[in-house]
């Protein structure tokens, strides 16, 4: 488990083809790679990954083809910048929300408007993540757990601080960049506990829509 709080920022070295899915090495840039061991976790962009070798200043971890389809890994090349963050140790302060490290979907920055004392940046989601962003609530961007300050349809609108910009690849962000969502886990929880008896019948692929609330008593007439 992660909060999305970025430890530091690394550049990725190289990334070797092993079939269909490639070797990663990640410059670890100033993460303390003092206490990482093999098979340790360390969310890179806010893909969790699993360390497969390491040294002083560099890990490597296997990213595996359904990964790469599902995540930004598709457009990174040597020279990346990218968030890094170790799972969090149950003594660590929580100065985030929950974070998996397990993907939802790519979005894309589709405005980015500066302001005198803080960079407002509008993402816009998948269609299918659209319900489980809501004003206020918390969302992982690239790993960095941020809040939605502004929801309009797909897209929501981030505050970024400088000190933000400055220690994380948001800094980096133009119109048309590519973006790693995860979503709140809680809001996963509470569509499939809203389910309620429902969640053990097959769905065949359909969650809770406007037609599932007002079937089960959600919504008034």
């Known amino acids: 488990m992660f909060t999305g709080i970025i430890q530091a920022l690394g ?6 083809n092993k079939g269909d899915d490639i070797r990663l090495t990640v410059a670890s ?3 303390d790679m003092s206490d990482v061991a093999l ?3 360390i969310a890179t962009n806010g893909v969790c990954l699993t360390v497969v070798d390491f040294g002083d200043d560099y890990y490597a971890a296997d990213v595996s083809a359904e990964t790469i389809r599902l995540t930004g890994f598709a457009n990174y090349k040597a020279g990346s910048k990218v968030n890094l963050e170790k ?8 100065g985030g ?3 998996s490290g397990h993907v939802d979907g790519v979005g894309e920055i589709t405005r980015i408007i500066d302001h005198s004392d803080y960079v407002e940046i509008w ?3 998948p269609n299918d993540l659209a319900k489980y962003i809501a004003h206020k609530g918390s969302i992982t961007v690239d790993g960095v757990s941020l809040t939605v ?3 309009n349809g797909a897209e929501f609108m981030l505050w970024i601080i400088p000190h933000t910009l400055k220690e994380t690849v948001i800094g980096n962000y133009r119109a048309g960049t590519r973006v790693n969502l995860e979503v709140d886990v809680i809001a996963r929880y509470l569509e499939r506990l809203m389910m309620g008896e ?3 019948q097959p769905t065949q692929g359909k969650g809770i829509d406007m037609a599932f609330l007002a079937e089960n008593g959600f919504l008034r007439k």
């Not at 799972?87 to 929580?94: E, G, K, L, T, V």
């Open 198 to 200: 429902k969640a053990s």
């Open 149 to 151: 300050n502004k929801v």
């Open 39 to 41: 098979g340790d976790s």
């Open 123 to 125: 993402v816009k989601a």
């Open 29 to 31: 840039g100033g993460l």
């Open 87 to 94: 799972a969090m140790r149950p003594i660590d302060r929580f």
């Open 11 to 16: 550049t990725i070295r190289s990334l070797q």
């Open 97 to 99: 929300h929950i974070v």
